[in-house]
């Protein structure tokens, strides 16, 4: 009688109820804390680095690829070593926010 509306129910597994960010989500969020930061570089830095060590936790548990992780990692980097003036350009570059953003003269590894 599985109508019956005492019966227990049964558990759900955690992976069948897990919200795993997507790849957009995860660039709206370092874009956003440079945002709220844009006049203090340093401030962002520190949380910049904050959100590195997220990244590289969500990685080892399998939540981002590589690509992804690779995406942010590169982002950081040209965002940690921005001057004042780099700074803000960055921030202001719509193509750097994009999914799939690599500087100029990058080119993606696709395979030997």
Not at 72 to 90: G, I, N, P, S, V
């Amino acid at each position: 009688m599985g109508w019956w509306p005492f019966a227990k129910k049964k558990s759900m597994d955690a992976g069948d109820n897990l919200h795993i960010k997507g790849t957009r989500v995860w660039i709206e969020e370092l874009q956003r804390v440079c945002e709220r930061h844009y006049d203090l570089p340093a401030q962002a830095h520190i949380l910049i680095r904050e959100m590195q060590v997220e990244w590289t936790s969500a990685k080892q548990k399998e939540e981002i690829d590589q690509d992804l992780f690779d995406g942010l990692e590169r982002r950081a980097f040209y965002l940690l070593r921005a001057d004042a003036k780099e700074w803000l350009t960055l921030l202001d570059d719509l193509d750097f926010w994009k999914v799939g953003w690599r500087p100029s003269g990058e080119r993606v590894n696709e395979g030997s």
